[in-house]
């Protein structure tokens, strides 16, 4: 069986490469892109199984680019999780309101967010 696969979109080097160890170790396929436009341009080739979506970044901040992935007939059921350090309700509701499947505010608990993925897509 192959891996799932998880695109993780975030503008922080540190941050990226952390959570690309973390998934990996949990026995995910990683994808990383540092910003929404990045995003896009692996999306055009790769179809992952879920996104995990920063939402600060520049030019492309990560309400834009849920948007622009759920433009997309490829990719709108793909689930789009948003990992932020924004904990604020407004916002939270706004990524609701959009169709976000998980809002997780950073910090957080990397087993946490694995059984959400799990949870999500269905794995044991």
């Known amino acids: 069986m192959d891996k799932t696969l998880?695109?993780?979109?975030e503008d922080d080097p540190a941050a990226l490469e952390m959570m690309k160890i973390g998934l990996e170790e949990r026995g995910y396929g990683v994808l990383q892109a540092a910003n929404g436009i990045e995003a896009l341009a692996v999306?055009?080739?790769?179809?992952?199984?879920l996104i995990l979506v920063d939402l600060r970044m520049q030019p492309m901040n990560g309400f834009e680019l849920f948007?622009?992935?759920k433009k997309n007939p490829r990719l709108v059921k793909t689930p789009v999780?948003?990992?932020t350090a924004v904990d604020d309700p407004l916002a939270k509701k706004?990524?609701?309101s959009l169709g976000v499947d998980a809002y997780i505010t950073k910090p957080f608990d990397i087993?946490?967010?694995?059984?959400i993925i799990r949870g999500k897509l269905g794995i044991k």
């Open 6 to 9: 998880i695109l993780y979109v």
């Open 43 to 49: 999306l055009k080739s790769k179809s992952p199984d």
């Open 67 to 69: 948007q622009e992935i």
């Open 81 to 83: 999780f948003f990992l």
């Open 94 to 96: 706004y990524g609701e």
């Open 111 to 115: 087993d946490h967010l694995d059984n």
